[in-house]
């Protein structure tokens, strides 16, 4: 079933690779979940034409990707995504509204999941990246979160959720992957190398299975059910031989396995 999910996938984006080249414009895809963007990276020789990401803001785990040439045609893609913000309509009044309040909301409007991107919490309020084609609905539509009357409308994502994260500084042994994720998360080496076993952790939108994997600067550690963060490089090293390294972390905060799993 998974392989014959795969296959489907692969067909789609050779098509869509294939229609960008032969017709001279940007091809898109629906919003991407961290496996199917595995599964497109690993098929690049495969494709007719080359492709970028896309997901609203930096650091964005649900991406769509947009196949083009902007070398060779002369100008940028356009961006399909549109960012709502989400309110209470009485904020005085309103009750404390959750991840899974938003998403039930949009899922309970019969909403596919792969027209949206990522939902963050934000200053109060709930901030949901979509497809510019279903926006118009969403804003007219979508008017109550779990209990909670709420208001949509489009509007630009703050400024604390498109700056980069602060530089945070761990002491690890080495940049191994399971370390790494070891002292973000505060978990045993036990736990973080079994996260990778069970293939939860990727790299760039690219499945990861090795726990012992030297990370490179630059990469964008994913793992599902706790976040993700990017891995900026090793500072110094500690009189112990250890090393201090830095790391941005992305969305939610640095918990156990046993609050985030899932």
Known sequence: MEQQKDKHLQNRFIELSARAENQGRYTHTVFLTLAEQDV??????RLACPFCWQGGYEGAERRLACFGREEEWGYPPHCPIVCLSIRPAAPKFAGSLGHRDYLGALMGLGIRRELLGDIQLV??????????????????????????????????????LCLPPEFTALVVASARLDGLIAAVWRLSRGESQALVEKRQVFLNGRLEESPSRIVPEGTMVSVRCLG???????????????VRVLVRIYGREAGSLQKRGS
């Open 123 to 160: 200053q109060g309020q709930g901030w949901l990246f979509c497809l510019e084609e279903i926006a118009p609905y969403l804003k007219e539509n979508l008017i109550q979160a779990g209990r909670t009357q709420v208001i949509c409308t489009p509007a630009a994502p703050p400024e604390t």
């Open 228 to 242: 993700r963060f990017r891995y900026e490089g090793e500072e110094d090293q500690t009189r112990k031989g250890r």
């Open 40 to 45: 497109l990276c690993r098929m690049t020789s």
